[in-house]
């Protein structure tokens, strides 16, 4: 049972828990008034009526850019006739420079609500748009954190440093200008959201490099110094060997590939999480866990984009820690982005069950305690009494075996839609209901057509 130190201020039966790999019938959990769970008891007499369905811990979304989920239809039809993640990113630029500080609350606040329901309870938004439109403020932070707190999604924000347009200091092309600041900024800005989210509030700080494309490694290195000891900053990421252009362009410039830089230089630990990986060799993935590094992987972004998928059976085997992210949020589901995962390594392979192991068959059981535990790591975070809720109408869980109600949610399940959510003891969505629901679908759907309209009038006169 999990055991955690603290007084109960309540209790919560629920009907079918998943607990650290078992699966407990009329489970009470009682909650302290920090939010996180005091212990767990089954047996007669549950204190309160069970709330009804497959409950599981909530995962962390550890990959998230907030703004991009207004792009996915935008970003279907051929850009020219070899289309990819770098013709992808033009349009991604066409939006991130006309959001207005509302326009980016609206389509968070959307996009957080969606993730609720999809079985995240926690996000971290790697935040490289900090100053909008014209304003010479920051406060893109306050966007995403009252989009945040509408919808009650655990928040852990990462101000990202964005130098360049590629390796060698190139300057940055005009579309990457919102994203960009000098060091002593980004430093300046730091100490201004250390402010604003100060520790044990409900907006959590880490800090991000976008990529070694977009920042130096000297200044990595020296940002890195002066911030990671720093008790606010609880984790560190950075986007990796996305592309084979970006591990061609490392060599040339470093030589070495993008994860063997950043070992060289000292720069990975258990506080660090590395997103993607995709060309990464196994040799690198090793050295990712030696350091005890976190592998974020966003398998739905990742097909979207046509980035591919590294080779995981060894990294996972071996007990690498690894998340999932919903990166651009073309999916916004986390059982559906755990299938994606699995679904895209026995498209590579050409075998089925890759992703299992030889004491852990079932592969929806294996990838959710992996992402559960890799997603807390990456973030910085202890377990909360995080709890998500789906039906019996989602997928045919009820008529299996318990041995195979993740495998029914994960792979049978088109998208499973969270009936009940609670996030560190307070209930968000109750009987599928959301409280700020109308007004966020409302403002989002104002918001959305109105970008539309000057994103497409953009796309024609390039
Ligand atoms: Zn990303």
């Not at 972004?301 to 820690?321: I, K, R, V, Y």
């Not at 109105?450 to 994103?455: A, F, G, K």
Request: glycine content about 10%; some cysteine; charged content about 20%.
């Amino acid at each position: 049972m999990q055991q955690e130190a603290g007084t109960a201020q309540q209790a919560v039966t629920y009907a079918n828990l998943w607990l650290d790999g078992r699966w407990l019938r009329n489970a009470t959990v009682r909650i302290g008034g920090d939010g996180n769970t005091v212990d767990v008891a089954t047996g007669p007499g549950p204190a309160t009526a069970p709330v009804r369905g497959l409950t599981v811990p909530g995962l962390v979304d550890a990959h998230c850019h907030a703004f991009q989920r207004a792009l996915g239809a935008w970003t279907q039809r051929a850009a020219g006739t070899r289309d990819d993640f770098w013709s992808w990113r033009e349009t991604m630029y066409a939006l991130a420079g006309r959001l207005s500080r509302e326009d980016l609350e609206a389509i968070t606040a959307r996009c957080y609500l969606e993730l609720l329901r999809g079985g995240y309870t926690s996000v971290a938004e790697f935040l490289y748009l900090h100053r909008l439109g014209e304003r010479r403020s920051l406060d893109a932070d306050q966007a995403v954190a009252a989009a945040a707190r509408r919808t009650g999604m655990g928040l852990t924000l990462l101000p990202t440093l964005y130098q360049h347009a590629d390796f060698g200091g190139a300057p940055p092309w005009p579309g990457q200008l919102p994203f960009v600041r000098d060091t002593t900024l980004f430093l300046e800005d730091w100490q201004e959201l250390r402010r604003r989210y100060p520790a044990g509030g409900d907006v959590g700080l880490g800090i991000a490099f976008h990529s070694l494309r977009a920042v130096d490694i000297d200044t990595i290195a020296r940002v890195h110094q002066g911030l990671h000891a720093d008790p606010q900053c609880r984790c560190i990421h950075i986007h990796v060997a996305e592309q084979p252009a970006e591990v061609a362009g490392c060599l040339r410039q470093h030589g070495a590939t993008p994860v063997a830089l950043l070992a060289a230089r000292g720069l990975l630990s258990p506080q660090w999480a590395l997103v993607h990986a995709t060309h990464a060799t196994e040799a690198e993935l090793s050295q990712l866990r030696t350091a005890q590094a976190t592998l974020v992987l966003c398998p739905t972004t990742e097909a979207d984009l046509g980035d591919g998928c590294p080779p995981l059976g060894a990294f996972l085997d071996a007990g690498g820690a690894m998340a999932i992210g919903s990166d651009s949020n073309i999916g916004r589901n986390a059982p559906n982005e755990l299938r994606a995962l699995e679904w895209s390594q026995r498209l590579a392979r050409g075998r089925r069950n890759v992703l299992s192991s030889a004491n852990d068959p079932a592969v929806a059981d294996r990838l959710f305690r992996i992402a559960l535990h890799g997603g807390r790591r990456a973030i910085g975070a202890k377990a909360r009494a995080d709890f998500v809720t789906y039906d019996a109408g989602e997928g045919d869980w009820d008529l299996q075996a318990s041995e195979d109600y993740l495998s029914a949610l994960v792979f049978d399940t088109a998208a499973p839609c969270a009936r009940q959510v609670m996030i560190g003891g307070r209930w968000v969505i109750r009987d599928g209901r959301h409280p700020g629901e109308a007004q966020i679908e409302a403002q989002y759907r104002e918001t959305l057509q109105r970008l539309r309209t000057h994103i497409q009038t953009g796309k024609n006169h390039d």
